[in-house]
Structure formats: C-alpha cells, structure tokens
C-alpha cells in the first residue's frame, strides 16, 4: 500500500513538473507570437501605403509610412478645395516660388498650381498646392498600376494598385463635404 502512494506521489510529482514545464513552454510561444505580432505591426506601419484618415475633421488621403508621406491628399470643409502636397523634394526651385504638381495615371493627367516650401524639420523644398474639387482627380486612382507624381527637378511613380479601398473612402467624404457646402437651390 504503501508502494502505491508512493507511486502516485512519484507520478503526481512528475504530472505537475510536466504541466510546470508545459505552462512555461506556452508562457515562452505566447511571448515569441507577441514578439512577432509587434514586428508585424512595426513593419506594416514602416511599410508605405494608401492611408485614408480624417486630420483636423478634413478627409485626407495620403501615401507613406506612419512617420513621413510622400503625398497627401486633403478636402478642405471651409474653403471646398482639395489641398495636394507632394514630399517628394523638388530641384530648381526656392522656397515662394509658384510650380506645379503634375500628376500622371496610364493616360489621365491632373495638374495643381502650387507653391515650393521647406519645413524646417526637412531641408528638401516640397510644393504644396489647392484646387477647386475635380472628379477629374479621383479618376487617377481607378484601373492603373502606378500613380506618377511630377514636380520640377524630380519625378517618382507609386502603386495604386491597393489605393482603391483608401481612395474610394477619401473620394465619398469629399463628395459629401462638397454636396454639404453647396448652397441650396431656392
């Protein structure tokens, strides 16, 4: 009998060593999925990308990683107009001086007025520009591949293939921040 105390002594000992050991081994596949869960996370948002997202209550489209965009988009709710902002750096140009975002998409064209500046945070000189809102640019982002960003000095092409759900949303809020600040017809 007394054998067999011992016995289940001896293999309730060895259960909660193997139930011990198991805790520990998940505790570690929990911390290594969590580990990579973080990397994933840090790399999508280091990762450029469509983003859409509301900025000071203004509908924005932009493309870039979380730190540093290359181009926004962004309606403006008191004014009506669409303000572009290419950060792609531009040559030949100083700060105040008027040049043009050319914006290119298989044979659609768009082009913004706009003005060279530089951010103190940044030394390349940017252009940043406004136009009253066109359909016209919202055709950019349906059926191409590649949406080509034209400034003076420097030219730079970036997918849009996976813009659509991004650009479909910014298009729908500016639509309707337009069709709000029309006046009504008596």
Partial sequence: MRL??????????????LVAANDAEAQNRSRT???????????VAS?????????????????GTSDEFQISFSCQPDS?????????????VQPGDGAAIKLHSGKRKFE??????????????????ATRFDPELFVLFKGGETL?????????SLPITDAGPSADAFQKACSAMAAASRPAAS
Avoid: C, H, M, N
């Avoid at 067999?4 to 060593?17: C, E, F, M």
């Avoid at 009506?80 to 030949?92: A, E, N, P």
């Avoid at 913004?112 to 940043?128: L, Q, W």
């Fill in 4 to 17: 067999r105390g011992a016995a289940t002594a001896l293999a309730l000992a060895s259960i909660v060593g």
């Fill in 33 to 43: 999925v969590a580990k990579k869960a973080i990397a994933k996370k840090e790399a």
């Fill in 47 to 63: 990762k450029p990308a469509w983003r859409f997202v509301r900025q000071s209550s203004a509908p924005t489209l932009l493309y």
């Fill in 80 to 92: 009506g107009l669409l303000r572009v902002i290419s950060q792609i750096g531009s040559r030949g």
């Fill in 112 to 129: 913004v007025a706009g003005t060279a500046f530089s951010a103190e945070e940044r030394k390349d000189i940017d252009i940043g520009g």
């Fill in 148 to 156: 080509v960003i034209e400034v003076p000095g420097r030219k730079r």
